[in-house]
């Protein structure tokens, strides 16, 4: 069966996702709600947010400082002295808008748009919010805690060779969405942009609420990271340490992450790699854990890279880093307990993404202390019937 013909199989064969009021259900759930209540949900910011802002801003021209200190062995003062000019310019444009959370929530809403205009254009399973997750992840998952460098901070996946990097092949359909984005609404940096399109994916896909704050700044191609330091899908249990734990990540939340795969699907034209994970592509459950454990994972007959594919179907997919999950004795603790408690996954997940999104973005750069939940469409639509 050729891929395509594969692909419209799958999508019949594929359990609907849920409408929007199911997902909305699921966040009334019990288990969702206790989760969302445990975390009261923080203060906007203070009505003269000029000064938080400006206090981001300036601490945004010291990282410029902070830079070429950095880069100072390189000829890096003319640079640098860039650098501190864009602190300076987003200053200017803070000066004509000083976003609120109200302005961050209209951005949210477009990315919630966006991602269903992939039904219209017949993309993947009918919604780019996979992609978008994607994104989010691999301009957060470069960060190096030993140097400070790379993280969600200055966005240099706009620039080469970071945008060409093996690993982020297919991410400029990403990127291109949130450039329609970024010119609607030019006063976001990237960083904040593309994390906030994963926020949104997330949670527009039925996933736990994701706690999000603006402060990312936008860097220049010299802050881009070298190739290597995402992970690579053919690799096994140390490769994955080798690489989260250069994050900051212990075994636990590199499971938790993992469950990412729940949504999207691998193209061979970008990864080499083909299919989905779930039956569910455009819904964030625990079913990647479910599946792990509960079907029979075959090694796939084929002239592309080794993957598995489910016995029974052989429609779904695992990479060799997905099955490393249920090898690794300790990983695979962790991922029967995610498997048995969808709530605890959703949890763990929330909290390992939260955390993965401000990898590399300096604390007083954020605008606010503590962390938004951002409502979902439904709840604001359900806010303002009610
Ligand atoms: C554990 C290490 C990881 C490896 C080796 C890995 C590898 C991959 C590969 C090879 C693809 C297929 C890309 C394509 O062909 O389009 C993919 C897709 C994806 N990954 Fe990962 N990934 C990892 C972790 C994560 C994490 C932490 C997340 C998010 C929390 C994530 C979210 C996604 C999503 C949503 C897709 C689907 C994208 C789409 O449908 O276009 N992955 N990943």
């Known amino acids: 069966m050729s891929f395509a013909a594969l ?3 799958l999508r019949k064969a594929a359990v609907p996702a849920p409408s929007r009021a199911a997902r909305a259900a699921r966040f009334r759930a019990p288990a969702v709600r206790k989760y969302s209540t445990e975390t009261p949900p923080p203060p906007p910011p203070p009505k003269s947010s000029n000064t938080t802002l400006y206090a981001g801003l300036g601490a945004a021209a010291l990282g410029g400082v902070a830079f070429w200190v950095y880069t100072s062995s390189s ?3 003319k640079v640098a002295g860039t650098a501190v000019k864009s602190g300076a310019q987003a200053a200017k444009v803070a000066a004509n808008l000083v976003p609120t959370k109200e302005d961050y929530i209209k951005v ?3 990315v919630a748009e966006i991602m269903d205009e992939a039904g219209d254009k017949e993309y993947d399973d ?3 919010g996979p ?3 994607r994104l989010a992840w691999h301009s957060s998952g470069t960060y190096d805690k030993d140097t400070q460098t790379g993280g969600s901070n200055y966005a240099t996946m706009r620039f080469a060779p970071e945008s060409q990097h093996g690993a982020n092949a297919g991410l400029n359909v990403a990127r291109d969405l949130m450039e329609q984005l970024k010119q609607e609404f030019p006063w976001i940096s990237y960083g904040d942009l593309w994390t906030l399109g994963g926020v949104a994916a997330v949670q527009e896909m039925g996933g736990p609420k994701i706690p999000w704050r603006p402060g990312r700044i936008d860097g220049f191609a010299v802050q881009a990271t070298p190739d290597g330091r995402l992970p690579d899908a053919s690799q096994g249990s140390d490769h994955l340490r080798r690489i989260f734990g250069r994050m900051g990540f212990n075994d636990q939340e590199i499971v938790a992450l993992s469950g990412g795969h729940a949504v999207g699907r691998c193209h ?3 990864s080499g790699y083909e299919g989905p994970w779930t039956f569910s592509p455009t819904t964030i459950t625990n079913d990647f854990f479910k599946l792990l454990f509960d079907e029979t994972w075959v090694w796939k007959k084929w002239e592309g890279p080794k993957q598995l594919e489910d016995k029974k179907t052989r429609s779904l997919m695992m990479l060799p880093t997905d099955y490393v999950l249920v090898q690794d004795k300790v990983f695979k603790k962790f991922a029967k307990a995610y498997a048995q408690d969808q709530d605890l996954f959703f949890k763990d997940f929330s909290a390992a993404v939260a955390k993965l999104f401000e990898l590399g973005v300096p604390t007083q750069q954020f605008v ?3 962390p938004w939940i951002l409502p979902t469409v ?3 639509k359900e806010a303002k019937s009610a």
């Open 75 to 77: 000829d890096s003062a």
């Open 7 to 9: 692909r419209v199989s």
């Open 131 to 133: 992609v978008l997750l």
């Open 378 to 380: 439904d709840e604001q």
């Open 268 to 270: 061979s034209t970008r």
């Open 108 to 110: 949210y809403n477009r």
């Open 368 to 370: 606010t202390a503590e």
């Open 126 to 128: 009918g919604s780019y």
